[in-house]
């Protein structure tokens, strides 16, 4: 409880309509200090690129609900926008941020700590498997891009597991959110239940 004043200062305006809220803002751990605390059984997202915060609050709630315990960006603030959190629906209280500023050495650190690295594509191809007859490690990193161009070549992992969701063909591609959501669920279940 402070003054009038005192609201004024802080929040820069006389609008503040009696409440002000100083918010810490989220500090991402190093890969080294992530590693250093996870389990046999661990999956964390790698997200590339995705602009939307929509669809960064649904691979959030998603992850949330299917047991990631990490997830790696190039900017972990992205983490706060206001449409991110709403549609994460408290999600990201139970992922730990992980900054990235050189995203392609932060995938190989986590591949050398015995995660392997998913990663899905819209077009089947031969070196792409089936979710349906996917086995899915206890340690993943499921590696997401945009949806308009995918991964980037930096990100692209040479052995990693390259994932198709089949479908009816009628359109190109899942929303990159609901796609990470398929692919949670099944790591869930292989690993989990």
Known sequence: MVSEEELVKASGTKHHGGIYFLIKKRIGFDAEAYLAQSTNIDCVLAIED????????????????FGVQGIILHDVAAMESGSAVRTAAGGAEYIKSIQSDNFS?????????????????????????D???????????????????????????????????????????????????????????????
């Not at 050495?105 to 986590?110: G, S, Y």
């Open 50 to 65: 995705i602009g939307n915060p929509h669809n960064l609050g649904a691979i959030v709630r998603s992850g949330a609900h």
């Open 105 to 129: 050495a932060t995938l190989k650190k986590f591949h050398h700590a015995g995660y392997t690295i998913v990663t899905t594509s819209s077009h089947k191809g031969n070196s792409n498997i």
């Open 131 to 193: 979710i349906a007859k996917a086995e899915l490690p206890e340690k993943m990193l499921l590696l997401l891009g945009k949806e308009s161009n995918g991964l980037t070549k930096n990100a692209s992992q040479e052995d990693s597991i390259n994932l198709c969701i089949a479908g009816t063909g009628q359109l190109e591609s899942l929303n990159v959110s609901v796609a990470a959501g398929i692919i949670l669920a099944k790591w869930w279940q292989q690993n989990k239940i």
